[in-house]
């Protein structure tokens, strides 16, 4: 199964999944999934119709917010947030590394108006460097 990594109780991230991980991801308590990788990035990764296919058949919701090398948007932000809310339970985002889903995750909570400190602090317990985008965390929690 792929390498998951908590953020909080709400999320937590990981490189690819396979639909055979979906039980297994499913067994571990999540209730949605957020494929934040765009389709044929790279040779031999699963497509998101069959992760979204092995998601639904366990129950699980799936949402698909790919982000590509063009970087965030707002509506990528405003989407992340309300796959988040709309699930009943904890999510798990996935990208190639995790990376793109641990930033999109955090653009999306300091957008909300979540403590920027409070989200570098959660992603470096989980392995994950928001330096990079630390002022636009900033500058999003300030509204």
């Not at 991801?25 to 992760?51: F, H, L, M, T």
């Not at 909570?109 to 630390?134: H, W």
Request: aromatic content about 4%.
């Amino acid at each position: 199964m792929a390498d998951i990594r908590l953020l909080n109780d709400s999320i937590a991230v990981s490189p690819q999944i396979t639909p055979d991980d979906i039980a297994a991801i499913s067994a571990a308590g999540y209730k949605g999934i957020v494929n934040n990788r765009p389709d044929d990035e790279e040779a031999g990764q699963p497509s998101g119709d069959a992760i979204r296919a092995a998601a639904e058949t366990a129950g699980l919701s799936y949402t698909a917010i790919p982000v590509t090398h063009s970087g965030f948007s707002h509506p990528q932000l405003d989407a992340m947030a309300a796959a988040l809310t709309a699930t009943d339970g904890p999510v798990l985002a996935y990208c190639r590394s995790g990376t793109r889903s641990c930033n999109l995750w955090a653009l999306a909570a300091a957008k909300a108006g979540r403590d920027p400190n409070l989200l570098v602090q959660q992603a470096d317990a989980a392995g994950y460097d928001l330096s990079t985008i630390r002022p636009t965390l900033e500058a999003l929690a300030q509204g």
